[in-house]
């Protein structure tokens, strides 16, 4: 049998460059012929195309620091397990296209813990990233990861029918609010380490009162009532809550300072309520989150920000509610109703529905909405078929 049809996915295209003075070349090579991996100073670089992992190809896929392809296939991985070296797969920082890593052995994907960066720039009907049947698997080990990025339609990761203890690491769940991914099939718990790599502060929270200041990151439901609101500013230095922050029945507050750093709400409670809640509050009269530039995570029940039943008015006017709803990038329930159901202020034009982004048309991060990706995803097929 020929290596073509033993590796049928697993042609690989090298880009080398061996000296200061050589020129990039592009040349197609079957596995057998990639050279073994770079010495310690070398500049040579390797790009891969279209990768199936195994244990029986494993020693051709040692040096690949970037893998391309098109709309299947890309990077596959199944049956490894932990007894074999799977060191040389550290040296992959860049996947552009679907990864699917089913049917292995092993405990945690710490080999490609130097993965920076997945993304996609064609539209396909394909999963993005998809991590299934492992029964091993407890947890990703992918702390590197900054950007997970599709250029045309939603970014996608399914989890799923791993170990039931499988968990996402703090810096993981924030990876997937901040790049604002699509999650379906997230069987998942949030790991219980309190230590993260870049050194900062993780808390559970307990109450308000007892709440440590160096905090950066808060594990748990923070709830801001008339009973803890004096010591709301404790809440100054956090940047993201993995949970929920609601803020109700408050006496005092008239405004929302004190979550001024916040970042990102993520939550691995897909039914739950909305992670973020304001409501019946008394004096409040200003309602901000400027550093929040993300929808809370997951876009779905709980992706949504509720302000209701305020004593006073949050937002009298359309473009308020809008221009809240667009620094957060998020959908806003305004007292039951979403933004563009308020009043136009006087002396403007009415607002085009094209002018707004409304959680019932548009994603508010810019993509392609759910339905109009799996519209366009269906027509794809068609004309394939």
């Known amino acids: 049998m020929s290596l073509k049809e033993k590796f049928p996915i697993g042609y690989m295209h090298r880009l080398s460059d061996d000296s200061d003075d050589s020129e990039t070349k592009d040349t197609e090579t079957t596995p057998e012929d990639c050279p073994s991996p770079p010495r310690k100073k070398s500049k040579r670089n390797s790009e891969c195309v279209n990768v199936y992992i195994t244990p029986e190809s494993l020693p051709y896929y040692t040096n690949c620091t970037h893998i391309t392809g098109g709309d299947q296939g890309v990077l596959k991985i199944a049956n490894l397990t932990d007894s074999l070296n799977l060191s040389g797969l550290l040296s992959l920082k860049k996947v552009e296209g679907n990864i699917e890593i089913f049917e292995n052995q092993v405990s945690n994907l710490s080999f490609l813990s130097n993965l920076e960066n997945v993304s996609k720039d064609y539209l396909s009907i394909y999963n993005l990233t998809h991590i299934h049947n492992n029964p091993d698997l407890k947890r990703l080990g992918w702390d590197s990861i900054k950007k997970m990025v599709s250029k045309f339609d939603i970014y996608t990761v399914s989890i799923h029918d791993n170990h039931p203890d499988f968990c996402l690491t703090t810096r993981e769940l924030q990876t997937f609010a901040e790049n604002d991914v699509y999650v379906y099939n997230l069987e998942a718990k949030l790991c219980a380490d309190l230590e993260r790599k870049d050194g900062e502060k993780i808390c559970n929270f ?37 949970g929920s922050i609601v803020v109700q029945y408050t006496e005092k507050l008239t405004d929302l300072n004190f979550l001024r750093n916040l970042r990102a709400v993520a939550s691995l409670n897909f039914d739950g309520p909305p992670s973020i809640q304001i409501n019946h509050n008394r004096m409040l009269q200003t309602v901000t989150l400027p550093n929040m530039k993300v929808p809370p995570f997951p876009k779905f029940k709980s992706g949504v920000i509720e302000i209701n039943g305020n004593s006073m008015e949050i937002f009298k006017y359309l473009k308020d509610c809008l221009l809240f709803q667009t620094q957060t990038k998020s959908s806003v329930k305004y007292n039951g109703k979403s933004c563009k159901k308020l009043p136009v202020a006087p002396g403007k034009q009415p607002v085009k529905d094209t002018d707004y982004e409304d959680e019932y048309e548009v994603e508010p991060s810019g993509n392609l909405s759910y339905s109009a990706s799996l519209i366009i995803s269906l027509l794809m097929v068609l004309v394939v078929l």
Request: glycine fraction near 2%; aromatic fraction near 8%; charge should be negative.
């Open 206 to 242: 307990v109450d308000l009162t007892s709440l440590d200041l160096k905090c950066q990151h808060l594990i748990g439901e923070v709830n801001i009532n008339n009973e803890n609101e004096d010591y709301s500013w404790k809440l100054e230095n956090i940047t993201n809550i993995y």
